[in-house]
């Protein structure tokens, strides 16, 4: 069956062999050559005499550390964890520290007068048509994360009237929440009046009041934190995030909010 399994015994270390997957050339967790092997005999062998020799070879580094720190003491080097920020490959369109050309296009860009203080901060928030309330239970935390944030029931009105009118009312930014069968699923964030438009998709979601021993949201400017933002559109996409807090942050946080995705990662920490 789709779950069915194959043990096998060596001594009394006992391994998981075969899955019903693997009579589709596939192993669980395991090498994509062996995919080829349509043997499960074979494929099985394989897969074990590779597994064996991964074990050895670590217990050879694990070998050859500990000798570096019987030698070295606290000088001996550590190991470099394998994430996906060392692993991840070098990008062309990184952008370093001091580079003239982005300060430049800083300068000039949507986003200089927000960061310049002289246009703070005023955010829209509102819906796709016909939410549900357990998006709007979601927007009442998002309206109180953010200062200068408000919340506007859309309706039936397009997007482009919306727009139109949030810029009359001069403000800052437009977030329109979208949901799929009754669960927030996405943002679209506008910066106007001109843009650029961003869209974000929200894979998780948990709600504070539902954090065991959360703490309580005080008044003060929250302090917005951009992780590996490091390429051409990183750091364009880090400077639109910037554009929902004030640029003057009151440094005194411990309560923690994070949107992140596996390299770059944006935290706005409320402070308290």
């Known amino acids: 069956g789709a779950g069915a399994r194959i043990?096998?015994?060596?001594?009394?270390?006992?391994?998981?062999?075969?899955?019903?997957?693997?009579?589709?050339?596939?192993?669980?967790?395991?090498?994509?050559?062996?995919?080829?092997?349509?043997?499960?005999?074979?494929?099985?062998?394989?897969?074990?005499?590779?597994?064996?020799?991964?074990?050895?070879?670590?217990?050879?580094?694990?070998?050859?550390?500990?000798?570096?720190?019987?030698?070295?003491?606290?000088?001996?080097?550590?190991?470099?964890?394998?994430?996906?920020?060392?692993?991840?490959?070098?990008?062309?369109?990184?952008?370093?520290?001091?580079?003239?050309?982005?300060a430049g296009e800083d300068s000039l860009d949507e986003f200089a007068s927000h960061f310049v203080g002289a246009s703070p901060p005023r955010v829209l928030v509102t819906t796709s048509r016909y939410p549900s309330d357990k998006l709007l239970s979601f927007l009442e935390v998002v309206v109180d994360l953010f200062p200068n944030c408000e919340y506007r029931k859309r309706g039936a009105v397009p997007v482009k009237q919306v727009v139109q009118a949030a810029c009359k009312r001069d403000f800052?930014?437009?977030?329109?929440?979208?949901?799929?069968?009754?669960?927030?699923?996405?943002?679209?964030?506008?910066?106007?009046p001109h843009g650029p438009t961003a869209r974000f998709k929200l894979t998780n979601l948990v709600m504070p009041q539902t954090i065991s021993g959360h703490g309580r949201k005080t008044g003060h400017r929250p302090e917005l934190i951009l992780?590996?933002?490091?390429t051409r559109l990183g750091h364009r996409v880090g400077r639109l995030l910037g554009c929902l807090v004030p640029h003057d942050p009151q440094f005194r946080g411990r309560q923690v909010h994070k949107s992140a995705t596996p390299i770059p990662t944006a935290v706005a920490r409320c402070c308290m």
């Open 172 to 192: 800052t930014l437009l977030l329109v929440f979208t949901e799929k069968a009754k669960a927030c699923h996405g943002l679209w964030m506008v910066k106007l």
């Open 7 to 102: 043990v096998a015994a060596s001594g009394e270390r006992w391994t998981l062999l075969v899955t019903s997957d693997m009579g589709k050339g596939k192993i669980r967790g395991g090498n994509a050559k062996l995919q080829g092997i349509k043997n499960k005999v074979k494929r099985v062998e394989i897969y074990q005499k590779m597994k064996k020799e991964t074990e050895k070879d670590q217990r050879k580094q694990r070998r050859i550390r500990q000798k570096e720190v019987e030698a070295l003491g606290e000088e001996a080097p550590r190991p470099v964890q394998r994430t996906l920020e060392s692993t991840r490959e070098a990008d062309d369109t990184f952008v370093g520290t001091g580079d003239d050309e982005v």
């Open 227 to 230: 992780n590996n933002f490091n």
